[in-house]
């Protein structure tokens, strides 16, 4: 579905991306581990277009999509849930959603949240609650369901516990595996790294713009340099 193939991308005259190469099979949730600052969210911004690149090629289900601006990309079917959420705070829950689903031209928008409100039950009662009143955990339900609104074939979903408590971040690996079970594709940026190799089929590890790693989830969690680095083992 996805095939990134020895990208690069800079910050000004400073490089982060050091020819990264990578693939993502369809129905596979893949996941992106490494310390702050190796580069994960530049790479996740270079797929989704909201970050030039420098050198290599992107395809997306055989289409090289690198020029692409990012609105034609989330037309194509790739939706990111961004580092932070970044709902749009003053509107309401309901508005949110409304607006991941503006790229779309078939009109069945309501079938959409009746399928958001299913994944994430809590956003049903608090519909007309303003995004900014809600609490970290309902947040990122919101932009996980705002995501999906676009109808994506591929979700890429970046730090998605980040600053949640232990039993939401346990709730949220629930529903990203439900969505891998029917049948969604995920690339999934993750500090926990413990938990995010627990849901993955495969995995690539990211050291200062270069993948130093990868292979089936397992293999990874196994490897001692990976246990000693991010599993604290």
Not at 85 to 99: E, I, T
Request: aromatic fraction near 4%; hydrophobic fraction near 45%; include cysteine.
């Amino acid at each position: 579905m996805l095939s990134i193939e020895n990208v690069r991308s800079a910050y000004g005259r400073i490089e982060v991306l050091h020819g990264v190469t990578l693939r993502v099979e369809p129905g596979e949730i893949v996941t992106l581990i490494g310390a702050n600052g190796a580069g994960k969210t530049t790479l996740m911004h270079a797929i989704s277009g909201v970050q030039p690149i420098t050198g290599g090629t992107i395809r997306f289900l055989g289409k090289p999509i690198e020029t692409l601006p990012a609105h034609e990309r989330v037309a194509l079917g790739i939706s990111q849930v961004p580092e932070g959420r970044q709902v749009f705070a003053p509107l309401s829950v309901l508005d949110n959603l409304k607006l991941g689903a503006w790229s779309r031209r078939d009109g069945d928008v309501n079938a959409s949240i009746v399928r958001v409100c299913t994944l994430f039950p809590m956003l049903e009662a608090i519909m007309a609650m303003p995004a900014g009143a809600l609490s970290g955990g309902q947040q990122q339900m919101l932009a996980i369901g705002r995501a999906l609104m676009a109808q994506p074939q591929l979700l890429l979903l970046d730090e998605p516990s980040m600053g949640l408590a232990p039993n939401l971040v346990d709730q949220l690996l629930t529903s990203i595996r439900a969505l891998r079970d029917d049948s969604l594709t995920i690339l999934l940026v993750e500090q926990n790294a413990r938990a995010a190799l627990a849901i993955a089929d495969r995995a690539y590890v990211l050291e200062i713009g270069k993948v130093t790693l990868s292979g089936a989830a397992a293999e990874i969690q196994a490897d001692h340099r990976v246990r000693e680095a991010y599993l604290g083992i």
